[in-house]
């Protein structure tokens, strides 16, 4: 027996109700006054980006019953596009500020963003492969690279130090999250939905981009 998709409005219920509470993040940070400052206002998009990564794999997660090969391309399709965006847009960005040499020490002194997006990409080019190979060794690699994911951004966590305790709290918070995601998605059956994971990742988004600048 084939597996049912969800219905296509119950999809675009749940993207309306994502991009509407980014509304409602973007409204309550500007009544917040992110923008006063250019640390502040850097972490804004710094947040706004991965959080909606993540949420975007959970809301998958959540709302559509795809074979596990298809799950494989769309989650490696978002994290490749994801993590090269990412860096190209960020070094982009630093060249046109610092020129070469200021961008290059910027990624000697301030890397680690750049690092955990290049892993996002790594990880996204894993869930491809997976997808490409037999079923026995497909199968068996799709469920590691959550698990990639969810080493390296609690190390990215533990490594980018917060501005007072209440950054610290949400950040780890997210990161719990994030490995509860890995877990669920590790265990949960090739062809199904996997519903818990997503709400994780979902959670986790959340956490993330509440913690900006603590």
Same mark, same amino acid.
């Given at each position: 027996?084939?597996?049912? @998709? &969800?219905?296509? /409005? /119950?999809?675009?219920?749940?993207?309306?109700?994502?991009?509407?509470?980014?509304?409602?993040?973007?409204?309550?940070?500007?009544?917040?006054?992110?923008?006063?400052?250019?640390?502040?206002?850097?972490?804004? @998009?710094? &947040?706004?980006?991965?959080?909606?990564?993540?949420?975007?794999?959970?809301?998958?997660?959540?709302?559509?019953?795809? @074979?596990?090969?298809?799950?494989?391309?769309?989650?490696?399709?978002?994290?490749?596009?994801?993590?090269?965006?990412?860096?190209?847009?960020?070094?982009?960005?630093?060249?046109?500020?610092?020129?070469?040499?200021?961008?290059?020490?910027?990624?000697?002194?301030?890397?680690? &963003?750049?690092?955990?997006?290049?892993?996002?990409?790594?990880?996204?080019?894993?869930?491809?492969?997976?997808?490409?190979?037999?079923?026995?060794?497909?199968?068996?690699? *799709?469920?590691?690279? &959550?698990?990639?994911?969810? /080493?390296?951004?609690?190390?990215?966590?533990?490594?980018?130090?917060?501005?007072?305790?209440?950054?610290?709290?949400?950040?780890?918070?997210?990161?719990?999250?994030?490995?509860?995601?890995?877990?669920?998605?590790? *265990?949960?059956?090739?062809?199904?939905? @996997?519903?818990?994971?997503?709400?994780?990742?979902?959670?986790?988004?959340?956490?993330?981009?509440?913690?900006?600048?603590?």
């Amino acid at each position: 027996m084939g597996v049912q @998709p &969800h219905h296509p /409005s /119950s999809a675009r219920t749940h993207v309306v109700l994502a991009v509407s509470q980014i509304l409602v993040l973007v409204t309550i940070c500007a009544s917040a006054d992110i923008w006063r400052s250019t640390k502040t206002s850097e972490q804004f @998009p710094g &947040h706004l980006g991965p959080a909606t990564f993540i949420a975007a794999i959970g809301y998958t997660a959540l709302v559509a019953d795809w @074979p596990w090969r298809a799950r494989c391309q769309v989650e490696g399709r978002l994290s490749l596009g994801a993590g090269c965006a990412y860096v190209v847009g960020e070094g982009l960005a630093r060249l046109l500020v610092k020129g070469p040499s200021g961008t290059v020490d910027h990624y000697m002194k301030h890397g680690l &963003h750049a690092w955990m997006s290049l892993v996002v990409a790594v990880v996204g080019a894993a869930f491809l492969l997976a997808a490409r190979l037999e079923a026995t060794a497909g199968e068996r690699l *799709r469920r590691a690279p &959550h698990a990639w994911f969810a /080493s390296a951004w609690g190390w990215f966590i533990w490594a980018h130090k917060q501005p007072n305790q209440f950054g610290v709290a949400m950040h780890a918070a997210a990161a719990i999250w994030v490995f509860l995601g890995a877990y669920f998605r590790a *265990r949960a059956p090739a062809n199904a939905a @996997p519903r818990e994971a997503g709400a994780c990742y979902v959670f986790a988004a959340y956490a993330f981009f509440g913690g900006q600048t603590g």
